[in-house]
């Protein structure tokens, strides 16, 4: 089998994925062993004028009050969905005493 022209060839190509992937996996680990910010993809080279304290800013206008009206709809809620009358807001709760 090993003399088969088809098997070499298949041989080969392994032989050239896995030196692919080889060389793949060498360049992961030399960007994984620098630490600190990265680049977008495409962008490396361009100049921005972007900073992430724009975005701090931003989120902090937009979400300021986010815990808040999180509790006040959840509280809204809650008493929309409790039953008036003290008895099980399920059928198969056990009444309230």
């Known amino acids: ?5 088809l098997d070499k060839v298949h041989q080969r190509e392994r032989e050239q994925e896995r030196m692919r992937l080889r060389e793949l996996e060498a360049k992961d680990l030399e960007v994984e062993s620098n630490r ?7 962008y ?8 992430s304290k724009q ?4 989120a902090a206008e ?9 509790w006040s709809e959840s509280q809204q809620q809650v008493a929309r ?3 008036n009358d003290e008895a ?9 005493e």
Do not use: F, Q, Y
Request: charged share 35%.
């Open 1 to 5: 089998m090993a003399n088969d022209p």
């Open 36 to 42: 600190g910010p990265r680049p977008l993809e495409g």
């Open 44 to 51: 490396a080279g361009g100049h921005t004028t972007w900073a």
């Open 55 to 58: 975005d701090d800013e931003a």
């Open 62 to 70: 937009v979400h300021a009050h986010d815990a808040e009206d999180s």
């Open 81 to 83: 969905l409790s039953p």
């Open 88 to 96: 099980p807001a399920r059928k198969d709760e056990e009444p309230r």
